[in-house]
């Protein structure tokens, strides 16, 4: 049986992948990204839901061991899930997006980064650090670069 964790887990391998294979170029700011994770999450949660419950799984019928349901219905979810994260989630994510940008050894490919965190467009940043936005795309995919070899 899987967990929340396992849930959490899949959807943001998920969201890796995809976004390694350019399936979100035009994620623009982190309240896009918010709502992105949150809506694989969900999904993610209900497949699992949906899975558990199937016949040959108990039918719905498998309860945890200290007896409440292992399985939420979707309201059960859109009553849980906020529309902000929790305290504890943006910390975290505080905590890895300051480790990403860490890992940039160029103050350039920093200022980018930050910049296309705080939801800035490409030309904007292109704009603003006076380049090309050639320039700031090919940036832009050596960050993807680099992070990707630390999830690796």
Not at 67 to 79: I, K, N, P, Q, Y
Request: charged share 40%; glycine share 6%.
């Amino acid at each position: 049986m899987a967990d929340e964790e396992d849930v959490a887990l899949s959807a943001l391998d998920g969201f890796c992948r995809a976004a390694r294979d350019g399936r979100f170029p035009d994620l623009a700011d982190r309240d896009g990204l918010w709502r992105l994770l949150l809506q694989m999450t969900i999904h993610k949660a209900m497949s699992l839901a949906r899975h558990e419950k199937r016949r040959r799984r108990g039918g719905g019928q498998v309860r945890s061991f200290d007896g409440d349901d292992l399985l939420w219905d979707e309201v059960e979810v859109a009553r849980v899930v906020g529309r902000e994260p929790t305290p504890e989630f943006a910390a975290m994510m505080a905590d890895e997006c300051r480790n990403l940008l860490q890992k940039l050894d160029d103050p350039r490919l920093r200022d980018l980064a930050l910049a296309k965190m705080e939801g800035y467009s490409n030309q904007e940043i292109a704009d603003r650090m006076d380049c090309s936005l050639r320039t700031v795309e090919r940036r832009l995919r050596l960050i993807r670069k680099e992070w990707q070899h630390a999830f690796d």
